[in-house]
C-alpha cells in the first residue's frame, strides 16, 4: 500500500530551524498538488503550506517568509524548511498528498521552546 512516512520533527529553541521530510513509497509524479498541515493542541488542522505542479506554492500568513515547501522528484519527497520558528508553531505537523495511498503521513510533533 502506497505511504508517506515523515521525518525530521523535534525539539528547537525559538528563532531554529527545522526541515521536515516525508519520504513517498511512489513517485510524485502524477500528483498535481500536495501540502503541510499542522495541529496544535486544542486546534484544528490548519494547512501551512501546499504546492502545485506548475511551482506555485502557497503559504498561510503565520508563516509566510519563514517556511518553504519543495519537492524532489528525483527522492519522492516532499519537504517543509521551517526557520525563525516560534513557539506557536508548536503542533504536530502532517504531509499531505492527496490521492497516494491514504493521502496523509503519520505526523511529526515540532516544539519550539521559547
Known amino acids: 500500500q502506497a505511504q508517506l512516512v515523515q521525518s525530521g520533527g523535534g525539539l528547537v529553541q525559538a528563532g531554529g530551524s527545522l526541515t521536515l521530510s516525508c519520504a513517498a513509497s511512489?513517485?510524485?509524479?502524477?500528483?498535481?498538488?500536495m501540502g503541510w498541515y499542522r495541529q496544535a493542541p486544542t486546534h484544528q488542522r490548519e494547512l501551512v503550506a501546499s504546492?502545485?505542479?506548475?511551482?506555485?506554492?502557497n503559504y498561510a500568513a503565520s508563516v509566510k517568509g519563514r517556511f518553504a515547501i519543495s519537492i524532489d522528484d528525483a527522492k519522492n519527497t516532499l519537504y517543509l524548511q521551517m526557520n525563525s520558528l516560534k513557539p506557536e508553531d508548536t503542533a504536530v505537523y502532517y504531509c499531505?498528498?492527496?490521492?497516494?495511498?491514504?493521502?496523509w503521513g503519520q505526523g511529526t510533533r515540532v516544539t519550539v521552546s521559547s
Open positions: 499531505s498528498v492527496p490521492g497516494h495511498g491514504e493521502g
Open positions: 511512489g513517485s510524485l509524479l502524477g500528483f498535481a498538488a
Open positions: 504546492i502545485i505542479r506548475n511551482g506555485r506554492a
